[in-house]
C-alpha cells in the first residue's frame, strides 16, 4: 500500500488527524461558554491551543520549510499549491496568535480577561476554520493521490 511506504502522508494525516481534534475541542469549548461554564471553557481552549501549537512546531513548520518552500514556494509562487500554502499560514498564524492570547489573557486576569472579546473570538474561530478547510485542501493536493493509491 503506498500510504504506508510514504512516511510524509503518515505524518500529515496524523497532523491532520489531531487538527480535527482541535476542532472538536474547540466546539466542545463553544458549547460549554454557552452554558456559562466558563472555568471549563478556558481549561479546553487553553488544551487546544497546546495541542495546536505542538502540531504547528512538530509537524507544519518542518513540513513548510524543508518540503513546502523549496519544492512549491521557490519555482512556483503562482501555483495552486503555493498560494493555498500561503493563505493557509497566515490564517493559521492569525488564528493560534489569537488563541494564545485568548488563553494567556485568561491565565492573567482570570475570567475579567476574556470578557467584552466575545466578537473577536469569534472571529478568531471563523479564521481558523478558514486555516482548517486550507489545510484540508492543501493535505488533499498533496497526498490524495498517494491515499487512492
Known amino acids: 500500500m503506498p500510504f504506508l511506504n510514504n512516511p510524509f502522508a503518515i505524518i500529515a ?24 461554564k466558563f472555568p471549563r471553557h478556558g481549561i479546553i481552549m ?8 505542538t502540531m504547528i512546531f512538530a509537524i507544519m513548520i518542518p513540513g513548510f520549510i524543508f518540503g513546502i518552500i523549496p519544492t512549491f514556494i521557490s519555482s512556483h509562487i503562482l501555483g495552486l499549491t503555493s498560494v493555498v500554502t500561503l493563505i493557509h499560514v497566515v ?14 489573557a485568561w491565565r492573567i486576569h482570570g ?20 486555516s482548517i478547510f486550507l489545510g484540508t485542501l492543501l493535505f488533499s493536493i498533496l497526498y490524495w493521490s498517494v491515499l487512492m493509491g
Do not use: D
Open 13 to 36: 494525516t496524523l497532523s491532520l488527524t489531531i487538527q480535527i481534534v482541535v476542532l472538536f475541542l474547540l466546539i466542545y469549548g463553544y458549547w460549554l461558554n454557552k452554558e456559562l
Open 111 to 130: 475570567l475579567r480577561g476574556c470578557f467584552n472579546r466575545k466578537k473577536l473570538m469569534i472571529s478568531a474561530m471563523v479564521v481558523w476554520l478558514i
Open 91 to 104: 490564517s493559521g498564524a492569525t488564528a493560534v496568535s489569537l488563541g494564545v492570547w485568548f488563553v494567556l
Open 46 to 53: 487553553e488544551i487546544a491551543v497546546i495541542l495546536h501549537l
